[in-house]
């Protein structure tokens, strides 16, 4: 059974990879196909044949989004829509990856998969839309909503906490903003469960509990040793362009369980330097 990954350059991309080393696996990024090309699309899935496909290509800077709607909707929607069209057609079971940027961030408890979906910046709107033509255009499909997603490949807070502590004494860090985190692997490991089986719908994987990025911060330092003032600071204090929800927590009600956000984090940073020794032994 072939396995294709869109986004499979991406941070999620790369975590796959470490699971899937002994598949027959293809991970496409955006050198290797553009997503609005339906037609370049189509043969290149098409002389593939996957039976799964994992769409985790989207453009994810958040504040650029506000500034370039369009290109965010044309890629994170009529993108979704162009896979969902060519899963359905190749008869392959689709899995998109979406966010938790979809809600409002105005409910005072963490959010469930039932919660209708009401978006506060273009980033989130997008996604929201590719969830939407997923579920018009196919009946075998899983969407995953995620959180505070880090890991070995690209931008991450962990990875901009840690550069910090490299220069700084003092770490700036939003104390009124709660968030659901999520260790890459884990979402990998946990994607691979869920796409075993066929119980189609949507989902939210995420590291259980919930923090403030202040209280982030403080347990990478904790955790790493690193003595730091970290000092907690208002998302009104933040120039950005886009609205960001105050409450970001998702609820994982399905039986795949994700570690504890501090085991998780525990066990991303213990590998980080496993590895530095490693390469430098």
């Known amino acids: 059974m072939s396995i294709c990954v869109l986004g499979g350059t991406g941070l999620l991309g790369h975590e796959m990879k470490k699971l899937l080393y002994d598949k027959k696996a293809y991970f496409l990024g955006r050198k290797d196909v553009d997503i609005t090309e339906?037609?370049?699309?189509?043969?290149?899935?098409?002389?593939?044949?996957?039976?799964?496909?994992?769409?985790?290509?989207?453009?994810?800077?958040?504040?650029?989004?506000?500034?370039?709607?369009e290109h965010a909707i044309?890629?994170?929607?009529?993108?979704?829509?162009?896979?969902a069209k060519l899963a359905a057609d190749l008869n392959a079971k689709l899995l998109?990856?979406?966010?938790?940027?979809?809600?409002?961030?105005?409910?005072?408890?963490p959010y469930n998969i039932e919660d209708k979906p009401n978006p506060i910046n273009v980033y989130g709107l997008s996604k929201y839309l590719g969830e939407q033509e997923v579920e018009?255009?196919?009946d075998k499909y899983f969407i995953v909503r995620t959180?505070?997603?880090?890991?070995?490949?690209?931008?991450?807070?962990?990875?901009?906490?840690?550069?910090?502590?490299?220069?700084?004494?003092l770490i700036n860090a939003?104390?009124?903003?709660?968030?659901?985190?999520?260790?890459?692997?884990?979402?990998?490991?946990?994607?691979l469960k869920l796409m075993d089986g066929e119980s189609y719908g949507k989902y939210h994987f995420v590291n259980e509990g919930s923090c403030s990025w202040f209280e982030f911060a403080q347990e990478i330092c904790r955790l790493k040793g690193i003595n730091a003032k970290?000092?907690?600071i208002k998302s009104?204090?933040?120039?950005?362009?886009?609205?960001?929800?105050?409450?970001?927590?998702?609820?994982?009600?399905s039986s795949i369980k994700l570690k504890h956000w501090k085991d998780a984090l525990d066990e991303y940073l213990y590998s980080i330097e496993y590895r530095y020794h490693e390469v430098t032994i």
């Open 38 to 69: 339906i037609d370049k699309l189509y043969q290149i899935l098409s002389d593939m044949k996957p039976k799964i496909i994992i769409h985790a290509a989207a453009y994810t800077d958040i504040d650029h989004c506000e500034s370039r709607k």
């Open 74 to 83: 044309r890629v994170n929607a009529t993108g979704t829509a162009n896979v």
């Open 96 to 109: 998109y990856v979406s966010s938790d940027h979809v809600f409002d961030g105005l409910k005072g408890s």
């Open 136 to 138: 018009k255009l196919m």
């Open 147 to 169: 959180a505070g997603l880090y890991g070995d490949y690209g931008k991450s807070l962990v990875k901009a906490l840690l550069n910090l502590t490299k220069s700084n004494s």
């Open 174 to 191: 939003i104390e009124d903003q709660r968030a659901s985190t999520t260790y890459g692997f884990h979402l990998a490991e946990a994607i």
């Open 230 to 232: 970290v000092y907690p």
């Open 236 to 253: 009104s204090q933040l120039i950005g362009k886009a609205k960001k929800p105050k409450n970001s927590i998702l609820c994982n009600s």
